[in-house]
């Protein structure tokens, strides 16, 4: 689950993380009450706006502006308010629709008073999973570019692991700081920094930290002035108060749509639908699928306990997709019975009518029989195999 800034900094400050401060807006009439509320508490002269969606590059995109007055910073709000932004990362690119701009944080100028005293740094901290061990990222050269350095020039960009059952040690803080060039006060605030940004990291469960640009300041303070957070939904559960910060609008409707259903469902950009219970299962089943000759449109596993209502929501959702030329559905009845799924099937096409598409249908083990039987007797337009293969090959030839 991917947070935005504004609450990313949230999330960071808990654990005394010193963060860039702003005040969130959501609509016009609120700008003047946030820029009155910043000046109280900052007592920053210039401000700066940002769009706030789950996509980076909001800079490139003209999502981020510096006001030098009160007038500049409210003209900046109320045009990035609304807007559709688009950067490098949000769907289709800087040629494609899109995202809406529905808040904006308006922030204090971090880089005051001295802008070129101030340096920038670049800092995350993530899985690496060949290693098995949390890695802290970290680079001299900051800023809105950071994949190109790592691309054109790696040697200045660091990786410090972490040992899963000792934790960060000091001694790694204290080499980060002396690799970034720190010396003095800078050096003992960016050991700080890294062992309190570790912690929060740690204490919510997060997959991503990315704090771009993280800066020393002129008085030698370091602040996150950005903050990109990415949670492991697989925790929430231990963390009911982030739980609440999901912003479902910067979600793919689709997929949320899924969800509340119980379903777990990616959308892809293939041809053919798929519906199978059990994540390894759905792996192999779009590898297949791929060898076949075709391209899976979807992610779908329908869980372990799904009944007829269930399968019925994941065939909608399947078939909204235009792309859709084939749906195979794949099912290994092991705690979910053939059988339920079979009638999902049957009540489906019932339900949804006009249903002009190839069905490729595969269910081996609880109540396989019955399940065939159950679609045999329909009368419905539906392929059967037993055999992934065989599957795999009337996928294909129907295709085709």
């Known amino acids: 689950m991917n947070l935005h800034e504004y609450q990313g900094k949230q999330l960071l400050s808990k654990y005394g993380v010193a963060i860039q ?36 590059g909001r800079g490139k995109g003209g999502g981020v502006k510096v006001g030098k007055n009160d007038a500049e910073i409210k003209e900046y709000a109320e045009n990035i308010l609304g807007m559709m932004l688009k950067t490098p990362q949000t769907p289709g690119g800087l040629d494609g629709e899109g995202k809406l701009v529905s808040k904006v944080l308006i922030a204090e100028d971090s880089y005051a008073p001295d802008f070129d005293a101030c340096k920038e740094y670049y800092v995350s901290i993530m899985l690496d999973r060949e290693k098995k061990r949390n890695v802290i990222i970290y680079s001299t050269e900051g800023g809105m570019n950071i994949e190109e350095v790592a691309e054109q020039t790696p040697h200045l960009v660091h990786k410090e692991h972490i040992h899963p059952h000792i934790g960060l040690q ?37 997959s991503l930290f990315e704090i771009n640009p993280t800066i020393k300041t002129a008085d030698d303070r370091i602040v996150a002035v950005d903050c990109k957070v990415s949670l492991d939904e697989n925790a929430l559960y231990r963390h009911k108060d982030l739980a609440e910060m999901r912003d479902t609008s910067e979600e793919d409707p689709t997929e949320v749509e899924a969800q509340s259903y119980g379903l777990n469902y990616v959308q892809l950009d293939g041809n053919v639908g798929c519906m199978v219970n059990g994540a390894g299962l759905a792996m ?3 590898d297949i699928i791929k060898l076949s000759g075709g391209s899976p449109a979807n992610f779908l596993d329908v869980g372990g306990t799904a009944d007829a209502a269930r399968v019925e929501q994941a065939f909608r959702i399947i078939m909204r997709d235009k792309g859709v030329k084939a749906i195979l559905i794949n099912i290994f009845g092991g705690i979910v019975r053939c059988d339920r799924v079979a009638q999902g099937v049957v009540d489906a096409y ?24 159950l679609i045999d007797e329909s009368g419905l337009e539906v392929h059967s195999a037993i055999q992934l293969g065989e599957a795999a090959g009337l996928v294909e030839n129907l295709i085709k």
């Open 350 to 373: 019932k339900n949804i009518g006009n249903i002009d598409i190839p069905i490729i249908v595969r269910l081996q083990g609880t109540n396989a029989d019955i399940a065939k039987k």
């Open 284 to 286: 192999a089943t779009m």
């Open 170 to 206: 000091g001694f790694q803080a204290r080499k980060i700081a002396f690799n970034l060039g720190l010396s003095g006060q800078a050096f003992k605030e960016m050991t700080k920094f890294i062992n309190k940004l570790y912690a929060a990291f740690l204490g919510s469960d997060a």
């Open 21 to 56: 401060r702003g005040v969130v807006v959501e609509n016009a009439s609120e700008i003047d009450a946030a820029l009155k509320q910043l000046r109280e508490e900052t007592n920053t002269e210039f401000a700066v706006v940002k769009a706030q969606i789950h996509a980076g």
